[in-house]
């Protein structure tokens, strides 16, 4: 079965440093994963997605992620961390065989410190 | 704006009571996706409907239901409320979804309606 594990479920920045927000996945199959973003009170917004096409996956607002199958991981990072980014980040991997449901972690709330 | 529309944004009934939430997905998608998100279980897959028959099942009780309309609409109707189930239900709408393929596309959410049940 497909699941994603979310460490930290709270991170805490200062403006202009990197963020690094991890996520470890568990599948039988070649994963596709997610990263979504909600700010407070909105729906989820997607980031990025890894769809095996490259390991390196560039997102919207400055935001990135690699695939690395030799640990299971896709972290998302940015290089410098501004106030807007403070929210919270949802790693996803689609559900398994023919399903299309998103499996989601925990999530990781991001604070931002000026 | 993922011009996925939801409504109603609030909805406060009490124990016992029966609602029905309303999604419409985004111009051209086939699917839609209902989650629920709560503090204790996070973010869960509900169910999905693809072009108007059910595609997919995950933790939905038996007391919900969904339908799927041929304008790709979709309601979710939850009855005999209980506290536990207040909670955001988010609806997401993708391209894909078809029976027997692999899915790739992404899902695209509305921006959910808060249930709280007293």
């Known amino acids: 079965a497909q699941s994603v594990t979310q460490l930290g479920s709270h991170v805490s920045v200062s403006e202009g440093a990197l963020v690094l927000l991890r996520c470890n996945y568990s599948s039988s199959v070649p994963p596709y994963l997610f990263w979504y973003v909600q700010y407070p009170n909105q729906g989820l917004q997607l980031l990025l997605k890894y769809t095996s096409a490259a390991t390196l996956v560039k997102g919207i607002n400055g935001f990135e992620a690699e695939f690395k199958k030799s640990e299971t991981s896709f972290h998302l990072t940015k290089p410098s961390a501004h106030m807007s980014d403070a929210a919270e980040y949802f790693c996803a991997v689609l559900g398994g065989g023919s399903q299309g449901n998103l499996i989601f972690g925990k999530g990781t709330k991001l604070s931002v410190k000026p | 704006d993922s011009g996925v529309t939801q409504t109603p944004k609030h909805l406060i009934t009490a124990t016992g009571q029966r609602v029905t939430l309303r999604c419409s997905p985004r111009s051209g998608d086939l699917s839609v996706y209902w989650y629920q998100q709560s503090l204790d279980q996070g973010l869960q897959f509900l169910i999905q409907y693809y072009n108007g028959e059910e595609r997919a099942k995950g933790n939905i009780l038996e007391r919900f239901s969904a339908q799927q309309f041929p304008d790709l609409h979709s309601e979710l109707n939850l009855s005999s409320l209980e506290l536990g189930d207040s909670a955001l239900y988010f609806c997401?709408?993708?391209?894909?979804?078809?029976?027997?393929?692999?899915?790739?596309?992404?899902?695209?959410f509305g921006p959910g309606t808060r249930l709280t049940v007293t």
């Open positions: 997401a709408s993708s391209v894909g979804g078809s029976p027997g393929l692999v899915i790739s596309s992404e899902q695209y």
